[in-house]
């Protein structure tokens, strides 16, 4: 063993971050940042990036998330996916940013494979709407 961290370890690492918080508010956001850091290092991908917006929304507030969504929007990969748009969706919404939050959360529904995250989707929208 070579006493580095590699994708793995960096992957579990952010895991048991998540499996020792008490709740979402007493999760260590800059920890899990500072892993997705070290992950993006050695392993880039655009998931990775995803992740690290949400992990930084959730530490330094949504508009940060939203500059990060911004610019990896761009990312083919990610503009077929369901989760650059959910993740867009929620920031949007604790913004208050509605309208904005209700275009995203369409977009995330009816790229959603899965029936059980379409109905998680669809409830979300529902709340929000007028």
């Known amino acids: 063993m070579s006493g580095r961290l590699g994708p793995y370890s960096l992957q579990a690492a952010i895991a048991s971050v998540h499996a020792v918080a008490v709740s979402v508010e007493n999760t260590r956001w800059d920890l899990i940042i500072d892993y997705y ?3 993006l ?5 655009p998931v990775i990036e995803l992740n690290r917006a ?8 949504p508009e940060a998330a939203l500059a990060i ?5 761009k990312n083919k990969q990610l503009q077929a996916s369901h989760m650059i748009y959910a993740a867009r969706a929620e920031f949007s919404k604790r913004l208050g940013l509605c309208d904005a939050a209700i275009k995203a959360y369409q977009k995330a529904i009816e790229l959603t494979r899965q029936e059980s995250g379409k109905r998680y989707l669809k409830q979300q929208l529902k709340n929000i709407l007028p």
């Open 41 to 45: 290092s050695i392993h880039s991908s």
């Open 37 to 39: 850091d070290m992950l």
């Open 54 to 61: 949400i992990a930084v929304g959730m530490y330094k507030g």
């Open 69 to 73: 969504l911004d610019r990896l929007q």
